[in-house]
């Protein structure tokens, strides 16, 4: 690998080749950990210009606008309610029933 800034150091790139992961696990968990990097990267950026107000705000809004929470399972479900086909009334019942429950 060439010494880009993203590139994960020599030793980590040792921690990883030791691990019980499997090839997809390893690709996942590199690209996470190149994603924080480029995310702490515009974390300084900002930190660095004139901004106006609090610039912890506005890296606290970075932060949230590049790392969303996960979808609840509610929300998945409703999202994969989309794409099945039930019969007659099933899927407005079934939608009605997710949407009553708490998040």
Known sequence: MTDHPITPPPELRDV?????????EIFVVAA????DQELEACCEAIKDRKWFGDPSYRIAELRAAR???PLSLK???LRRLDNIHPFG????IIRRALEALPE
């Open 67 to 69: 790392r969303p929470k």
């Open 32 to 35: 996470q950990w190149g994603a």
């Open 16 to 24: 990883w080749d030791n691990l019980p992961l499997s090839t997809k």
């Open 89 to 92: 009334d099933d899927k407005d």
């Open 75 to 77: 929300e998945q479900a």
